[in-house]
């Protein structure tokens, strides 16, 4: 009997200190995206690593529950790159990091964010392939990744994203065939201008990447 009252006690310190934990994660990982990023207006000045919630912390919002859900950085001024440790913030719904001057490549581990609605990278200096991994954000309805240097061809897994709404990959360096399956049936050609695409994608005739 005094085993199991223990197991109890033990279960619900557990419980009650899960949200921290997650937090604390997910504090590592924007503190880690704030040492590759450079700021000299000092956006970032409250994002404080001996914090145990980033929750207080400016362009951070959170749910009831203490996770991570929005990240608004938006006409931040600021620059650098992304890394991997973006991809631990499980709960995130919203990322915007429009019009700033970030740039590298945009890291796969994005993929990760099962509960992305809205991902607004439009207006930097990202260069490299979008990202196939992508077309594991099931709950994605915006994807903006106009004005930036990406190449290569557009994934054709994006069209698997069935709540897919929005997508502008205009005044990039993108080649290949434009995707005309699902969703993309219903883009605009003005979200895919000032590239190097060849049209949309004619299946059996050309390749889809063809012109990359």
Not at 54 to 80: A, K
């Amino acid at each position: 009997m005094a085993h199991f009252y223990l197991l109890s006690v033990f279960l619900s310190l557990l419980l009650s200190f899960s949200p921290s934990l997650s937090s604390n994660s997910e504090g590592n990982a924007l503190h880690a995206l704030r040492s590759r990023l450079v700021d000299p207006t000092n956006a970032l000045q409250s994002w404080d690593p001996a914090l145990v919630n980033p929750c207080t912390w400016f362009h951070v919002v959170c749910d009831s529950n203490s996770h991570v859900t929005r990240l608004d950085l938006g006409n931040s001024n600021i620059s650098g790159t992304l890394g991997p440790e973006l991809g631990q913030l499980k709960h995130l719904k919203y990322l915007e990091l429009y019009r700033n001057d970030i740039g590298g490549k945009i890291p796969k581990e994005l993929g990760n964010l099962k509960n992305l609605v809205s991902m607004d990278m439009y207006g930097n200096k990202f260069e490299g392939e979008i990202p196939k991994s992508f077309a594991k954000l099931k709950s994605l309805i915006f994807l903006r990744l106009n004005n930036n240097k990406l190449s290569g061809s557009i994934p054709r897994e994006l069209t698997t994203l069935k709540e897919l709404k929005v997508f502008d990959v205009s005044n990039n360096d993108l080649c290949g065939t434009i995707p005309v399956d699902g969703p993309f049936a219903s883009f605009p050609m003005e979200s895919f201008v000032n590239n190097r695409l060849n049209g949309p994608e004619l299946k059996g005739l050309v390749p889809y990447d063809f012109g990359c």
